[in-house]
């Protein structure tokens, strides 16, 4: 039986790698097979729990949409739209706010990342975000949430949110509870200047990410400097567990050219790190430089991405407002 599918993806700019092979690669393969309904969110609301450009925020929705399609997301078979148009998701993010508990959310990890030392300073927007996101998949009884590693807890979370609300309101199986679709391997690509931090677009240094609007002679010169160590090419893939760096730059290797990280590892034994780079560039090159070029022609068709956002809008609206009617029923409004 097809899937129903949700995804979303900030409009912060800088998407880059790892939001390609941790998600948008997995969005693609989702979205060929025609039996799958797939809905793409921009999710400008989640966004804005840290401080935006409104300026900026407005190009990168578009810049998110145009990404989606250059990375071969077809609009005519998916839902792409961005989330502040669609009042149910802040409706249903207050509505679950009152199910989901101050206990769950304390034990969120990325708030402790994203919110760093000064917690205090952080906004209310980032501490409850999680909840929001779980309005997002769950106003669409999505049945699959293909996401990279780093939001597996926060689906858990959704989880946990629609079960108490199933059970609290005796509403059994209202509510869809989702299954995360993560890679086995390769679902946490991380920076190329430190093997163990997640690959970001917070992070300072632009050399710690390949963007997915980087040209030829970046991508090539960014692979060039990416940190590794002294030794040769690992001879066995236990290695990998000490040695962070060859692992990442292995696993993107292995991602770009579907194979196993054991055949990656057995390919390039004993190597030199320049031989193996000079391989990975030439595929990352041929896998991105497409995807950019792609991105910059349609940001010139900036009406082009506003109808696909409209339609989407318009789509979305239909399943998601006939949802949140529902959950104010149940709930007693
Ligand atoms: P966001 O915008 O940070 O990232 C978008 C997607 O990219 C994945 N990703 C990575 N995967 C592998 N390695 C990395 N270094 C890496 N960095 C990012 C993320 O796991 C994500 O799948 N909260 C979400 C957006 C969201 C959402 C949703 C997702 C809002 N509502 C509902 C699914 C369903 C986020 O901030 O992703």
Redesign the pocket.
């Given at each position: 039986m097809g899937k129903k599918i949700?995804?979303?993806?900030?409009?912060?700019g800088n998407?880059?790698?790892?939001?390609?092979?941790?998600?948008?690669k997995n969005f693609v393969d989702l979205n060929n097979d025609n039996d799958n309904k797939c809905i793409f969110?921009v999710?400008d609301l989640?966004?804005i729990t840290v401080k935006q450009d409104p300026k900026e925020l407005k190009n990168n929705i578009r810049e998110t949409v145009a990404t989606f399609i250059a990375s071969g997301i077809d609009p005519k078979k998916s839902i792409i739209f961005n989330?502040s148009r669609v009042a149910a998701h802040a409706e249903g993010a207050w509505i679950l706010s009152c199910v989901a508990r101050m206990g769950w959310l304390n034990r969120m990890t990325?708030f402790k990342e994203k919110a760093g030392k000064d917690k205090e300073k952080a906004s209310i927007g980032l501490y409850s975000?999680?909840v929001?996101?779980?309005a997002?998949?769950l106003l669409y009884d999505?049945t699959h949430?293909?996401?990279?590693?780093?939001?597996?807890q926060?689906?858990e979370l959704?989880r946990d949110i629609a079960q108490k609300f199933n059970n609290d309101f005796e509403v059994e199986n209202f509510l869809q509870v989702p299954e995360p679709l993560?890679q086995k391997e390769?679902?946490?690509?991380?920076?190329l200047k430190d093997g163990s931090k997640?690959?970001?677009?917070s992070e300072l240094s632009d050399l710690s990410?390949i963007n997915l609007t980087d040209e030829k002679d970046q991508i090539i010169n960014k692979i060039k400097k990416a940190k590794t160590d002294p030794l040769p090419m690992p001879q066995d893939i236990k290695e990998l567990e000490e040695r962070l760096e060859a692992k990442n730059l292995l696993g993107i290797y292995s991602s770009l050219t579907n194979s196993t990280l054991e055949n990656s590892v057995k390919n390039f034994a004993g190597k030199n790190f320049s031989e193996f780079k000079d391989e990975l560039a030439e595929n990352l090159v041929n896998k991105i430089e497409p995807i950019s070029n792609e991105i910059k022609k349609l940001l010139g068709d900036k009406n082009y991405l506003d109808e696909i956002l409209l339609d989407g809008v318009e789509k979305a609206n239909l399943i998601a407002s006939k949802k949140i009617e529902r959950i104010k029923e149940i709930v007693g409004f």
């Open positions: 949700f995804s979303g993806v900030q409009p912060t998407l880059h790698l790892g939001n390609y092979l941790g998600a948008i969110c999710v989640h966004a989330q990325q975000y999680p929001l996101m779980a997002d998949i999505a949430v293909p996401v990279g590693d780093d939001q597996k926060h689906l959704c993560i390769f679902s946490r690509i991380m920076s997640k690959m970001s677009k990410r």
